[in-house]
Every structure is written in C-alpha cells, then in structure tokens.
C-alpha cells in the first residue's frame, strides 16, 4: 500500500494537487490549507493573506496519537494542541512538549490549533500584520521596518539585514529539543525532515521560512523514542502570565548520570529567527557536573552570538537566566 495509506487518501491527493497549482505554505500563495485556523482566518482578516482558495483539510484522518515500532511517537498534523498536551504518553514521556503547549495561547485556541498548523504559524512582528508598512516578509523588497521601529519583542539571534523576527511558537521549541521529524507529502511522494532542517533562516528571502514546496502537507510530525534516564523541562517567560508570546523561552532534555550530564538537548524561542537549537550550549553541558557553575556556562555559550537591536538588548541577559532557571529545575 502507498505509504499515504489513508481511508480518504483520494480527498488527499486531490487537495494536495489543488493545492500544487499555485500553493505553498509562504506568503502570498493562491491556494491555501486551513486547519484550526486561529492562524489563517485572523491574518486573512487584517487582508495579509489573500488566498483566493482555501482547501479544508480537518476532515482527513490525520487527528491520532500512536506510538512507533521502536518507541517513538507519532503525531497526525490535526491533533489540537490540546489534545497532545494532555495525552498521556506526552505527559510521561516528552514533559517538555506538554509544558510548552499548554504555556501557548488560550484554552479556547488551543482547542482549535493543530500540530500541523502550530508548525507553520507566522511571525507576530506588528509590521508584518500592518499591511501599511514595508515589510520584506510580506511583501520582498520593500524594507523592514522592525530595524529602526519597534523591536522590543524581536530576535537577536539568526537575524538578518532584511529581517529580524522571531518564530513565534512555543510546541516548535520542544520539538527542537525533543529532535523532531517533519513528515511531509507532496506532489513527489513523502519525504521525512528533520526539525532542524525544516525551519530557514531569513537571509535575503524572509519570505521563506520553511522548506515546505507548493502543494506539500504535513501528515505526522514523529518523535524519536524518549532518551533513557531524560528529565525535560519548558519555561516561558513574558509580559503577563496567559495569553501572551515569550519574550525568551527555554526548552531542555537532561540526563545525569553518577553526578554528570550524560545527555543534553537545548532549544530557545523569543530569541530566534526560528526554533533556536544551542549546540553550544549541549556542549558546554555535556560531561559536566549539573551545578549553577556549569548552567551558567552553557547559558553564556547559547547567547554568545546574539545580536540585539536598539529595543530588545534586555533579551541577551533575559534568555541567560531563562536558560540556566529551566536547566536548574530540571536537574533539580
Ligand atoms: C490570540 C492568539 C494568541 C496566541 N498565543 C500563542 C502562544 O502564546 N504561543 C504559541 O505557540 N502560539 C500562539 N498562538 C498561535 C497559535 O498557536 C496558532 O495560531 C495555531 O497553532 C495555528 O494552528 P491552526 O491549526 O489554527 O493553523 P491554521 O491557521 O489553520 O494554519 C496555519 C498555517 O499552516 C498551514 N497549514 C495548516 N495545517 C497544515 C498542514 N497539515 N499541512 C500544510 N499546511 C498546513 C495553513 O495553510 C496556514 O498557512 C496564538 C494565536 C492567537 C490567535
Ligand atoms: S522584522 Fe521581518 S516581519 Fe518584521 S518588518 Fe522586518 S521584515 Fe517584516
């Protein structure tokens, strides 16, 4: 059976190929999914999304939970973030996950917003929702207006000359940690990426943020199995305590064994031009005793390239702590 083995594989193929004609993921695409639509709906409303077709994904079989032959977990791309928050093997198994969906949003949101969604959510940077503005994200080449505006909730790590806002999400910084895979299908068939490869950063097409093609869907997102021994932890910290994005946030796996760290798997959001994974960080912790000495390190190493704008200098020191509160808790 094609690995695409769904009871309504038909009413897939044909949005994906409705979808091929002129959709992509990005800005500006014709042909649009839609799922939760807590995304979608609030940016066609302020007319920064135009699509002329919008394609209802939410009745394929994509909304389960299960795990994989070798321990793994597999994740449909309609499961609410709700639901997969609250899922037992989520909470057992990948705490971090759990922690960072329930830290997003709403209630209410989240009982609507899907992992598939969740994935490709844009950027809340205000010049991108303002279609009065420049903004080389929505619109390439007219400038960017967050560099000498408003840059207070902005990234300092990734940037570019041509854009510096931060991927938004909370669950896309778990799965960083957790080192997801990205199951895509497209009009070539099924194709597996790795999380750290899913994500672009800015460069000189802000506009791309992913390497979703036109017609591509997301079908699963698939977790490896838990490492043996792994504590995981998310802390999120912003302007009030619901409802709010994070202005620095820390997502951490951690194993110690006989007084040292094993294992460790770092990612930030708040701070990134995408989901910020810290392989200088995992260094720096790797083979250390777990101690505030040691955090602090890794926390410095993490922050070492940041570059902040003329608002959002705070952040440099506000991630450090971040990071090293969310390694202190979980080798508490
Ligand atoms: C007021 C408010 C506060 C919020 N606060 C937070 C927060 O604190 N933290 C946080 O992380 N998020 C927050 N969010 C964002 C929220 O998590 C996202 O809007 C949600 O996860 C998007 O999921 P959705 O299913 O509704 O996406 P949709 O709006 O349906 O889709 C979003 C995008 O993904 C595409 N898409 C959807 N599914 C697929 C698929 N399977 N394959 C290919 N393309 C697909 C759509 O075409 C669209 O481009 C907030 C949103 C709002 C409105
Ligand atoms: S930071 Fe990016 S999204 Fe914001 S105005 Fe500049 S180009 Fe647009």
């Given at each position: 059976?094609?690995?695409f ?50 394609i ?18 597999k ?21 971090v996950?759990?922690?960072a ?31 009065n ?14 560099i000498?505006?408003?840059s ?16 938004p ?17 497209g ?30 869907l ?35 796996v ?5 007084g ?36 602090a ?36």
């Amino acid at each position: 059976m094609e690995p695409f083995a769904f009871s309504r594989a038909t009413d897939a193929a044909k949005a994906i190929s409705a979808a091929a004609r002129s959709s992509t993921a990005q800005q500006g695409a014709e042909v649009r999914f839609v799922a939760g639509g807590t995304t979608l709906l609030d940016l066609m409303k302020l007319n920064v999304e135009r699509p002329t077709q919008v394609i209802d994904i939410n009745h394929l079989p994509l909304a389960d939970v299960e795990r994989t032959p070798d321990g793994g977990l597999k994740i449909g791309a309609l499961v609410r973030n709700s639901d997969l928050a609250h899922h037992p093997l989520v909470q057992r198994d990948y705490a971090v996950l759990s922690q960072a969906l329930l830290s997003g949003a709403s209630g209410q949101l989240r009982n609507m917003a899907t992992t598939g969604g969740n994935l490709l959510q844009r950027t809340r940077c205000v010049y991108f929702r303002d279609t009065n503005m420049p903004c080389n994200k929505r619109e390439p080449g007219t400038g960017c207006s967050a560099i000498d505006g408003f840059s207070r909730t902005l990234a300092i790590l990734g940037t570019s000359e041509h854009c510096i806002a931060t991927n938004p999400s909370d669950m896309n910084v778990a799965l960083t940690a957790l080192e997801a895979t990205v199951v895509i299908r497209g009009t070539g068939g099924e194709r597996r990426v790795p999380i750290g490869e899913f994500f672009l950063l800015p460069g000189d097409t802000p506009q791309r943020e992913t390497v979703m093609m036109p017609g591509d869907l997301i079908t699963h997102v698939i977790l490896p199995p838990p490492h043996p021994g792994a504590r995981s932890h998310y802390l999120k910290l912003r302007d009030r305590a619901s409802y709010e994005f994070a202005l620095s946030s820390a997502a951490v796996v951690i194993a110690v064994q006989s007084g040292k760290i094993t294992h460790a798997r770092v990612a930030m959001g708040g701070v990134g031009t995408k989901p910020w994974r810290s392989p200088e960080a995992e260094q720096a912790l790797q083979g250390q005793p777990p101690n505030e000495h040691t955090f602090a390190t890794a926390a410095a190493a993490a922050l070492n390239n940041a570059k902040p704008q003329s608002e959002n200098g705070f952040k440099v020191e506000l991630a450090k702590r971040c990071l090293t509160h969310a390694l202190s808790t979980v080798a508490a």
